[in-house]
């Protein structure tokens, strides 16, 4: 059996349903179970669904779709621009199911969300603004909140959407120091489906995207102290091999670390990134080891 790497343990949360991916929700549902049995299974976090899709969730798992051990683990979105009650009334049809198993909660901005009444005791991953005031002042809400307890991070968005231009290299490390000067734990989301930043074909055209290795170094800088301008720098960087040296010598306190900062983020397409990384080193292959048997 393969052994995952503390490093990468849950940190790619399974957004296929989301853009760019788009996957059918049922699809999505019996794609997830053949991740996580898989070698690189360790590497892989929860299902993230639409709050509203709940119903058409339990219409899957009716269709024998989840054929996974044990309840299906479920992270319940309500994007920028969705009423939050929705986040609410799908964790309310999502927790009465014992064939799930909801891990955590992702709600758009707003700063009414300390009353939205939801479990207690449910991470709640909360998407920050982008303008560097109001992010921060979204950070030091959240700060007092985990100050106070509660299971709260910060998710800031790494990839573009019509509505929001691709962060570059000065913006994502803007986020990752102010985050980490105020000690607020966070997620990504978007643009991260490859190991080393670049420029990939997506959708016919050359985009940039980050690398989810320059995020790891970059956030162990940032937790160093390291200025906005070296953090930027880290994220620029695209050599892979020089990046896994890197990761692969951290002693376990620097991983615990970064990953106690870095929870997790969202990727459509979880083997893209994975295999990347597999070839770097760092992860199982998508292929059994001898004597294994294949992955359904």
């Known amino acids: 059996m393969s052994t995952t ?6 940190l790619v949360d399974d957004a296929a349903v989301f853009p760019p991916g788009n ?5 999505a549902v019996s794609a997830h179970a053949t991740h996580r049995a898989a070698p690189y299974g360790g590497c892989v976090g929860p299902l993230l669904v639409p709050a509203s899709s709940a119903p058409e969730l339990l219409d899957a798992l009716d269709a024998g779709r989840w054929t996974g051990r044990g309840p299906l683990d479920l992270g319940v979105v309500a994007r920028p621009g969705t009423d939050p009650a929705a986040l609410r009334e799908g964790l309310a049809v999502l927790g009465a199911d014992p064939r799930v198993d909801v891990r955590g909660a992702e709600l758009g901005w707003t700063d009414r969300w300390r009353r939205l009444d939801l479990p207690g005791d449910l991470p709640l991953a909360l998407e920050v603004p982008r303008e560097p005031d109001a992010r921060d002042a979204a950070l030091a809400d959240v700060r007092a909140a985990v100050a106070e307890g509660d299971a709260v991070v910060a998710k800031f968005r790494s990839g573009p959407t019509p509505t929001w231009p691709w962060p570059d290299e000065h913006e994502l490390a803007g986020f990752l120091v102010a985050a980490t000067s105020v000690r607020v734990p966070f997620k990504l989301t978007g643009g991260l489906h ?6 990939y074909a997506v959708g016919g055209t050359d985009e940039e995207n980050h690398g989810v290795l320059d995020v790891l170094v970059a956030t162990a800088a940032a937790l160093e102290g390291a200025p906005v301008a070296e953090v930027a720098a880290l994220l620029d960087v695209r050599d892979g091999h020089a990046l896994a040296d890197l990761v692969l010598a951290w002693p376990g306190s620097t991983t615990r670390r970064v990953r106690a900062a870095f929870t997790a983020y969202g990727c459509c397409t979880v083997t893209d990134p994975l295999g990347e990384l597999a070839t770097l080193g760092l992860a199982a292959t998508d292929h059994p080891t001898p004597g294994e048997d294949p992955a359904p």
């Open 5 to 10: 790497p503390e490093v990468l343990r849950a």
């Open 23 to 27: 996957s059918p929700l049922p699809e």
């Open 194 to 199: 490859h190991a080393v930043r670049g420029t």
